[in-house]
């Protein structure tokens, strides 16, 4: 498995944008999907974004909308959230996850085998 570190929430107003990184250990992390979780108190946890192991492809839940994007960057074992036009409802810890299974697009969350411990994000109107 791979160990994995998140970093880069904040506090934003409504309409900014914030960049996630997630930061992987291991030599295989280029071998592994990863994605972007989130979870609003009192919610379950939500799919945010996947992407493929070579970046090749991405997948991203319906109420993005093309506010997001993700991306990696194996040379750096990284792969990123930029969030723009943040809304309130965004407010979540965001978490980044990695599949061994390689299925990038897979929306549940237990398909993802390694997760890190999440970062806050919070957008104020």
């Known amino acids: 498995q791979v160990q994995l570190v998140e970093s880069g929430g904040g506090l934003v107003q409504a309409g900014g944008s914030l960049r996630l990184s997630c930061a992987a250990s291991g030599r295989t992390f280029s071998s592994y999907a990863m994605g972007w979780f989130r979870q609003a108190p009192g919610k379950e946890r939500e799919f945010v974004a996947g992407?493929?192991?070579?970046?090749?492809?991405?997948y991203y839940g319906d109420f993005v909308k093309g506010r997001f994007i993700i991306s990696r960057d194996n040379a750096k074992n990284t792969v990123y959230l930029q969030m723009n036009s943040l809304k309130p409802e965004d407010t979540a810890v965001y978490y980044c996850?990695?599949?061994?299974?390689?299925?990038?697009?897979?929306?549940?969350?237990?398909?993802?085998?390694?997760w890190g411990q999440g970062t806050q994000v919070t957008v104020s109107s």
């Open positions: 996850a990695a599949a061994r299974s390689g299925s990038y697009y897979y929306t549940g969350v237990s398909r993802w085998d390694s």
């Open positions: 992407i493929s192991w070579n970046g090749g492809a991405t």
